[in-house]
């Protein structure tokens, strides 16, 4: 059904961040597998988080994807049961814990990751740079503004 009060450009844009989206967590399920056939799709991106970031709090985390602290808990708890991701004590504030990869984990996720961008390399490979360099700032602005309750 059409929505006569919304502007066709956002109907497209619905459509393609559908499919976009759709596509992106097939991706991440393999990428997870990749990385360790028991990691939960979700954990790519926590892994990917924290491979930019360094250590940080699961709070942190949880803010940043959007989700509870009990999700986020249970998913840092699958990774560290995996080798994949350790807790140290917070330096400044000790009754806290700060979450970051192993060596293990680090090293898997290079691999994978590494795999990844070639992917993405050749998706792009007819596009100007300008054009990846243009997606890749509106997505940013995208993401800057999205509240996740929304």
């Known amino acids: 059904m059409h929505d ?19 596509r992106a967590r097939a991706s991440s399920a393999e990428f997870a597998r990749a990385v360790h056939p028991d990691l939960e799709p979700a954990a790519y991106g926590i892994m990917l988080r924290l491979e930019e970031t360094g250590p940080r709090r699961a709070t942190e985390l949880a803010s940043y ?68 360099a243009e997606l890749a700032r509106l997505l940013h602005r995208f993401n800057a503004q999205a509240d996740p309750g929304a």
Do not use: C, H, N
Not at 4 to 19: F, K, M, N, Q, Y
């Open 65 to 132: 994807f959007g989700v509870g602290k009990a999700t986020m808990s249970r998913q840092l708890r699958a990774l560290e049961a995996l080798g994949l991701l350790a807790r140290t004590p917070d330096p400044a504030d000790g009754r806290a814990s700060l979450v970051a990869l192993t060596e293990e984990g680090q090293a898997r996720f290079a691999t994978v990751r590494g795999a990844r961008r070639k992917r993405y390399v050749r998706k792009l490979a007819t596009w100007d740079r300008a054009e990846i």
């Open 4 to 22: 006569e009060g919304t502007a066709p450009e956002v109907l497209d844009l619905e459509r393609e961040l559908s499919v976009f989206l759709r």
